[in-house]
């Protein structure tokens, strides 16, 4: 079975850096809490907007992003037992394409350079499940799209649910030799 | 119909920049001829082979690559009637990623950044039709597979062609308005 697995808010937690470089800048410390449903761009002072829009565009965003948890070890097992391709909508921040690379090399050596793809929109993917936690990348998807739960997507209703990385050993019956 | 196009010996002359930096490293000059049906790498002196299997995961090898003959107005057309993605298995070469978006940036700013993509191997792809110059993305890629020629390539059967870009005005009637 090939699996793809998006990136950030799945392996890597980019909204950490959303808030550490937010509080940076302006002193003001959100908390996962309040980004329920939404994304720290819609709750921030209008005036403060563009700047946090411009974040993932910079150098540096998305280096050493934290791990989500047991990412590693639940990924790593999956990819023991199939074919798993790491798939990133990377391309929109230009920035990011080597610094991903560097982070996957570090925290995911055991997914080789043949199993990674940073590409644009997801509808030119073909492989049997997408892990994602974005339902713009999971509806264009054309095999089974499983929606990976963040802060932001609370909210979204209609897809099939990973809460955790837990919660996939079940999924794809990791524990069974 | 959805049209993938490689880079490399098919938008942009990689094959260029390795002769230019072997001249420049040990002063001798090949030429495409020479290439005929094989690579630089397997004809220079065994001394220099490892030099010349490094340049490609060097910063710099992949920036402001000349352009394969008629590759812009051309890809143009196709996109104006297609849906054209680039698909470059850059991902073995870091350094490449930044200096390929670069390039695109500039001679091909029509294909948006959601039509890019960077991978490794092809299977992943979802598309009607491939034109590569490598036989090892071509035979698995699941559309339509047609080899871009390319010095490297020559002496390979087994593929439909395009000789150049001029050849697919025709093969996807582009005059035809």
Chains 1, 2 share one sequence.
């Not at 047991?70 to 199939?82: F, M």
């Not at 339902?135 to 054309?142: C, I, K, Q, T, W």
Request: net charge negative; charged share 25%.
């Amino acid at each position: 079975m090939r699996i793809l697995i998006d990136m950030d808010e799945v392996m890597a937690d980019a909204i950490a850096r959303f808030l550490e470089w937010y509080q940076r800048d302006f002193g003001i410390t959100y908390t996962e809490e309040q980004l329920h449903g939404t994304k720290l761009q819609y709750i921030v002072p209008e005036a403060h907007r563009p700047t946090v829009r411009q974040y993932a565009h910079q150098r540096g965003f998305f280096a050493n992003l934290p791990l989500i948890a047991n990412s590693q070890e639940v990924i790593r097992a999956l990819n023991d037992k199939h074919e798993v391709y790491i798939a990133s909508a990377a391309m929109e921040f230009k920035y990011s394409l080597e610094e991903k690379h560097d982070w996957l090399d570090e925290y995911f050596p055991f997914i080789h350079w043949k199993r990674r793809i940073f590409c644009g929109d997801k509808s030119v993917l073909k492989g049997d499940v997408l892990i994602d936690d974005h339902a713009f990348n999971l509806s264009v998807f054309s095999g089974r799209a499983i929606m990976f739960s963040a802060t932001h997507n609370m909210l979204e209703t209609g897809y099939e649910r990973l809460n955790n990385w837990q919660e996939a050993r079940q999924l794809f019956d990791l524990d069974t030799p």
